[in-house]
């Protein structure tokens, strides 16, 4: 598994390994039932706070995408499709959500707002 954190980013360390963690479990890069680095082993090749990492682990887990099994460590979840596309749906409407307030400030109209999210659909493959 690997992981980047990159100290200039605005995001807080333990979101960045949530994120790329619950990414590759979305990919498949991560497969049910891998097991993933034990907590300390990786606060210490990420050079961080075991604290960090664990609470990386702790979010993952009360998503439904890690499990723990005492004495063993952590693995990955089966994956629950409708929870994951629930995640997202609510991660598309905060950034729509923002959109539309950025739009209106702006003095888009919902007509113009409404075109330029359909030009980048089309870009999309």
Known sequence: MELVI???ANQPIYEQIYSQIRAQIIA????PGDALPSIRALAKDLRISVITT????????ADGFLYTVAG???????????LVREHQLKELEDHLSAAAELA???GLSREELMEML??????QP
């Not at 498949?28 to 497969?31: M, P």
């Not at 063993?72 to 409708?82: I, Q, R, S």
């Open 6 to 8: 990159r100290n200039t």
């Open 104 to 106: 209106k400030s702006c």
């Open 28 to 31: 498949g890069t991560l497969r």
């Open 72 to 82: 063993k460590g952590c693995f990955v979840a089966e994956k629950n499709l409708d």
């Open 54 to 61: 664990k609470r990386a682990y702790d979010e993952l887990e």
């Open 118 to 123: 359909r030009i980048f659909m089309e870009e």
